[in-house]
C-alpha cells in the first residue's frame, strides 16, 4: 500500500495537469463562463456557484474519464509495459495507484471547488440554496466515479478506440437513463432537480443517491484492481458484495 500511494501522488500530479484539460479550459469553460454571466457586469455569487457546480457535473467528469483512461493505458499505447514489469511495482500495485491518483488529484480538486462554493454560499446574508448539503456531497463522486471508469476502460478495453468508446457510450446510456422516468436516478447526473429541470426528481433521496454513487466507485474501484489481480476469487466475491450494495441503494433512492 506504501507504494501504491507513493505511486499514486506521482501520477496524481500527472493527470490535474493532463493537457486534455486545456480543451476544456481555452473553449468549453470560457463559453460555459460567458453563458452564465451573459447580461451581468460582474458575476453574482449566485452565478458563480452555479457555474463551478454545473461545469464539474457536466465537463470535467467526463473529461477525467478521458484524462484517466489515458494516463492509465499510456504504457501500453507507448508500448513500454515489458519495461515496467521489471519493477518492483506488480500490475496490481500500479493499478490501484492509478485509481489513487484519481482520488488524490480530480476528486480532490472538486471536494475542494465544492467546499469552496458550498462556504461562498453560506457567506450571504440570504444562502440561495439551489443545491442541498446531499447533493453538492454528490459532486465529488461524480468526478470521481468518471476518473475511475476511465481506468477501468484502459485496463479492460485494450483495443485502439476502447477509451472513446467508454467516454461516448457513458454519454448516451446517461442520457437514455435520464429519461426513463423515476428510474432516471439510477444515473450520476441526477444531482438536483433544479440542474435537470425535470419534476421526476422532485421525490427521491439525494442522500442514498451519494450513497449509491460512492458504492459505484467502489465497485470501478475493485473491477480495475480485478484486471490484474493473481487472486481473483476474493476480489470476485468482495465485487459481488458491492454490487449487491449499491442495487439494494440505488433501489432505496428512487421516488
Given amino acids: 500500500m506504501r507504494t501504491s500511494w507513493a505511486l499514486g501522488w506521482n501520477e496524481a500530479r500527472r493527470l490535474v495537469a493532463h493537457p486534455a484539460y486545456l480543451v476544456g479550459?481555452?473553449?468549453?469553460?470560457?463559453?460555459?463562463?460567458?453563458?452564465?454571466?451573459?447580461?451581468?457586469?460582474?458575476?453574482?455569487?449566485?452565478q458563480v456557484f452555479d457555474f463551478v457546480v454545473n461545469v464539474q457535473l457536466v465537463w470535467y467528469g467526463l473529461v477525467s474519464l478521458l484524462a484517466a483512461g489515458l494516463v492509465a493505458s499510456l504504457a501500453r499505447r507507448s508500448r513500454a509495459e515489458e519495461v515496467l514489469e521489471s519493477q518492483p511495482a506488480g500490475p496490481g500495485t500500479r493499478a490501484a495507484a492509478r485509481?489513487?491518483?484519481?482520488?488524490?488529484?480530480?476528486?480532490?480538486?472538486?471536494?475542494?471547488?465544492?467546499?469552496?462554493?458550498?462556504?461562498?454560499?453560506?457567506?450571504?446574508?440570504?444562502?440561495?440554496?439551489t443545491f442541498t448539503g446531499a447533493e453538492l456531497a454528490q459532486?465529488?463522486?461524480?468526478?470521481?466515479?468518471?476518473?475511475?471508469?476511465?481506468?477501468?476502460?484502459?485496463?479492460?478495453?485494450?483495443?485502439?478506440?476502447?477509451?472513446?468508446?467508454?467516454?461516448?457510450?457513458?454519454?448516451?446510456?446517461?442520457?437514455?437513463?435520464?429519461?426513463q422516468g423515476r428510474f432516471g436516478w439510477l444515473a450520476p447526473w441526477t444531482t438536483s432537480r433544479t440542474l435537470l429541470d425535470d419534476d421526476d426528481f422532485a421525490d427521491g433521496s439525494q442522500l442514498w443517491h451519494a450513497a449509491y454513487l460512492a458504492l459505484?466507485?467502489?465497485?470501478?474501484?475493485?473491477?480495475?484492481?480485478?484486471?490484474?489481480?493473481?487472486?481473483?476469487?476474493?476480489?470476485v466475491a468482495l465485487s459481488a458484495v458491492v454490487a449487491g450494495l449499491a442495487a439494494f441503494v440505488g433501489w432505496a433512492q428512487l421516488p
Avoid: H, N, Y
Fill in 139 to 179: 459532486v465529488p463522486f461524480v468526478v470521481l466515479g468518471a476518473g475511475l471508469l476511465g481506468v477501468l476502460a484502459a485496463r479492460w478495453m485494450r483495443w485502439r478506440g476502447g477509451l472513446l468508446v467508454a467516454l461516448v457510450g457513458t454519454v448516451v446510456a446517461t442520457g437514455w437513463v435520464l429519461g
Fill in 99 to 129: 485509481c489513487l491518483a484519481v482520488l488524490l488529484g480530480p476528486a480532490t480538486l472538486s471536494v475542494v471547488l465544492t467546499g469552496g462554493v458550498w462556504l461562498l454560499e453560506r457567506s450571504q446574508d440570504q444562502p440561495f440554496g
Fill in 216 to 235: 459505484l466507485c467502489g465497485l470501478a474501484f475493485v473491477a480495475v484492481c480485478l484486471s490484474d489481480a493473481v487472486r481473483k476469487v476474493p476480489l
Fill in 25 to 46: 479550459a481555452f473553449v468549453i469553460v470560457p463559453t460555459m463562463g460567458l453563458s452564465a454571466v451573459a447580461g451581468a457586469s460582474f458575476p453574482s455569487a449566485r
